[in-house]
T-cell receptor, first 116, second 111 residues
Framework: NAGVTQTPKFRVLKTGQSMTLLCAQDMNHEYMYWYRQDPGMGLRLIHYSVGEGTTAKGEVPDGYNVSRLKKQNFLLGLESAAPSQTSVYFC???????????????FGQGTRLTVV | RKEVEQDPGPFNVPEGATVAFNCTYSNSASQSFFWYRQDCRKEPKLLMSVYSSGNEDGRFTAQLNRASQYISLLIRDSKLSDSATYLCVVILNTGGFKTIFGAGTRLFVKA
C-alpha cells in the first residue's frame, strides 16, 4: 500500500521556469492538501481540495495553481518560479464522511525544490 | 496573527524528564485538534488526537482548553527517541475542514 506518493522528490529550477508537482494517493481520500515548509515557519497551507473537481485557497496561494481532475491526484503548478518558492513541499490526504473532523492526515515524503 | 501558534523551542531535556508543550489557536471555528510528530527531513506523522476530556497514550498526555483556546502535550519519562519536532494541528469547520499546522516545537532529549 503506497499511501501518498509525491513526484519528483528533488528539483532545481531556474527563475521563470514552470513545473508541476504530482501528488497521488491510493486510499480513496476525499480531502487533499498542499503545504510548503520553510525553516521557522512550519507547514503553511497553499491550496486544498475537498473532492474531485474542487479546489480552494489556503494561507499562501499566490504564485501557485492546483487541479484535482481525478480523485486520487492533486497537482500543484508553478507557472513562473521565483527564488521565494524555494521550499519543501508536502502533500497530504484525509478521509471525509462521518468523523471527517478526526481523521488522520497522511503525508507524502516531500519535494525539495530549489529555485535559482 | 497566525491561526495556530507554538513556542518554537528548542527544548533541551535529559532522558527521563517530563516536558510540556503548549499551542494556542485563534479561530473559534476550530473543531478538531491533533499533535503530529516530524523527524528531521521526514514527513509529519500523527502522534495523537486531542479530546475535550483530555487523553493519554502511554507516556503522552494531551489536553484541550476550549475556553482559553489552547492545547497541551505532556511527555513523561522522555526517551532519546522522542527527539523531534512536535506540530500542533487544528481542523477548521469552514466547509472543507481546512487543516492548519503550527510551526512546531523542537525537542532534544539528551543522555
Amino acid at each position: 500500500n503506497a499511501g501518498v506518493t509525491q513526484t519528483p522528490k528533488f528539483r532545481v529550477l531556474k527563475t521563470g521556469q514552470s513545473m508541476t508537482l504530482l501528488c497521488a494517493q491510493d486510499m480513496n481520500h476525499e480531502y487533499m492538501y498542499w503545504y510548503r515548509q520553510d525553516p521557522g515557519m512550519g507547514l503553511r497551507l497553499i491550496h486544498y481540495s475537498v473532492g474531485e473537481g474542487t479546489t480552494a485557497k489556503g494561507e499562501v496561494p499566490d504564485g501557485y495553481n492546483v487541479s484535482r481532475l481525478k480523485k486520487q491526484n492533486f497537482l500543484l503548478g508553478l507557472e513562473s518560479a521565483a527564488p521565494s518558492q524555494t521550499s519543501v513541499y508536502f502533500c497530504a490526504s484525509r478521509a471525509a464522511g462521518q468523523g471527517a473532523r478526526r481523521t488522520e492526515a497522511f503525508f507524502g515524503q516531500g519535494t525539495r525544490l530549489t529555485v535559482v | 496573527r497566525k491561526e495556530v501558534e507554538q513556542d518554537p523551542g528548542p527544548f533541551n531535556v535529559p532522558e527521563g524528564a517530563t516536558v510540556a508543550f503548549n499551542c494556542t489557536y485563534s479561530n473559534s471555528a476550530s473543531q478538531s485538534f491533533f499533535w503530529y510528530r516530524q523527524d528531521c527531513r521526514k514527513e509529519p506523522k500523527l502522534l495523537m488526537s486531542v479530546y475535550s476530556s483530555g487523553n493519554e497514550d502511554g507516556r503522552f498526555t494531551a489536553q484541550l482548553n476550549r475556553a482559553s483556546q489552547y492545547i497541551s502535550l505532556l511527555i513523561r519519562d522522555s526517551k532519546l527517541s522522542d527527539s523531534a519536532t512536535y506540530l500542533c494541528v487544528v481542523i477548521l469547520n469552514t466547509g472543507g475542514f481546512k487543516t492548519i499546522f503550527g510551526a512546531g516545537t523542537r525537542l532534544f532529549v539528551k543522555a
